[in-house]
């Protein structure tokens, strides 16, 4: 199950990464209007709605796993990880869930988005 949730976040980092890109290409004129429109209303419907928010202290996951999320984290880097805690303070449910167990997006290191709505963030206290 950890290693699920560490692959999930690996690969809705990866897919932020996406989202980031489709973005630029919409800043510079595109030669062929009619070939990114459709693929961006199919882009969007793909990506579920947030049905619950679990948060996991990286302390919580197996040796293997934080190994694996530390190298997802520094593969992402700062500008990753700024994306991520923007994204999440914009989100009032995820934010209010963080603030119930007294956290904030600044102890977010890693998320995970699984197809039937959860979303799982892991988090790294302060040292």
């Keep these: ?60 996951l197996p040796k293997d796993t934080q ?13 990753g990880l700024k994306k991520l805690r923007s994204s999440i303070d914009a989100t009032p449910k995820v934010k209010s869930a963080l603030e119930a167990k007294g956290l904030s997006s600044a102890q977010v290191v890693a998320a995970s988005m699984e197809p039937n709505g959860a979303l799982t963030l892991i988090t790294k206290k302060a040292s």
């Design 1 to 60: 199950m950890r290693k699920t949730i560490v692959l999930a976040a690996a690969a809705s980092l990866m897919l932020a990464g996406a989202a980031s890109a489709q973005q630029q290409p919409a800043q510079q004129p595109a030669p062929a209007p009619t070939a990114p429109a459709p693929a961006a209303p199919s882009a969007q419907s793909a990506v579920p709605t947030i049905q619950s928010v679990n948060i996991v202290d990286i302390t919580e």
């Design 67 to 79: 190994t694996q999320v530390n190298q997802v984290i520094a593969q992402r880097g700062d500008d």
